[in-house]
């Protein structure tokens, strides 16, 4: 009976300790485990976080440049069609070219296909000397509001007696102007501006 008192303590030694691993052990290692995971997650949170940071600080450093390409292409693409200061803009580069004869039609916006904007198609006539019709062109590509020329076509002017009258050519345009107001045109709110120009 004595020779057995050894190995049944170790019986119960044994069981004591592998309780003491499933009771206390294992739970303090999922513990820990647990803890590891929340770590690498509050770590990649971290690099995540750091990141937006550095995009908002970068978009911040941008913001006054970003600012001045809105405020540009707003210019070239204003949120209204505002037809009199287009007039005022190409009665300028009318005068500033030196042409003798200049009127400008526009025609009715129209929303685009996709909603995005509306498009202001438009007749432009011009007359006057080579140089002055070649001037006008550059200036009307260098305008401050965007546009497309879509049909060109040049003329001699009405004849004449005169040497300069028989050099004059006309120039007949379609051009086609842009806005962001999709409710630009008839009917809409605070209505259509119809802006019909003819100048010598």
């Known amino acids: 009976m004595n020779r057995r008192a050894p190995i049944i303590a170790g019986v119960i030694a044994a069981l004591v300790a592998l309780l003491a691993v499933f009771l206390l052990v294992l739970p303090k290692m999922g513990e820990v485990s647990t803890a590891q995971d929340e770590l690498q997650t509050a770590e ?11 995009a908002l600080q970068d ?7 970003t600012e001045q390409e809105i405020a540009a ?14 007039f005022r803009l ?5 005068d500033r070219s030196a042409v003798d004869f200049f009127s400008f039609t526009p025609g009715t916006p129209v929303p ?19 140089f002055a019709i070649d001037e006008f062109l550059f200036l009307l590509e260098t305008l401050p509001r965007a ?44 209505g259509p501006s119809d802006v019909t120009g003819t100048g010598a």
């Not at 990649?44 to 550095?54: I, K």
């Not at 978009?59 to 440049?65: K, N, T």
């Not at 292409?73 to 287009?86: M, Q, Y």
């Open 44 to 54: 990649d949170q971290e690099v995540t976080l750091a990141a937006q940071l550095n």
């Open 59 to 65: 978009a911040q450093a941008a913001a006054p440049e």
């Open 73 to 86: 292409i707003d210019a070239e693409i204003p949120p209204t069609a505002d037809l009199p200061s287009l």
């Open 90 to 94: 190409l009665q300028g580069a009318a």
């Open 112 to 130: 685009n296909a996709a909603g995005s904007f509306s498009t202001i198609a438009s007749q432009v006539t011009v007359s006057g000397g080579y």
């Open 147 to 190: 546009a497309k020329v879509t049909t060109l076509a040049v003329t001699p002017a009405a004849a004449s007696t005169t040497t300069t009258s028989i050099s004059t050519r006309q120039l007949q345009i379609t051009v086609e102007f842009y806005t962001t107001d999709l409710s630009a045109g008839p009917g809409s709110v605070p």
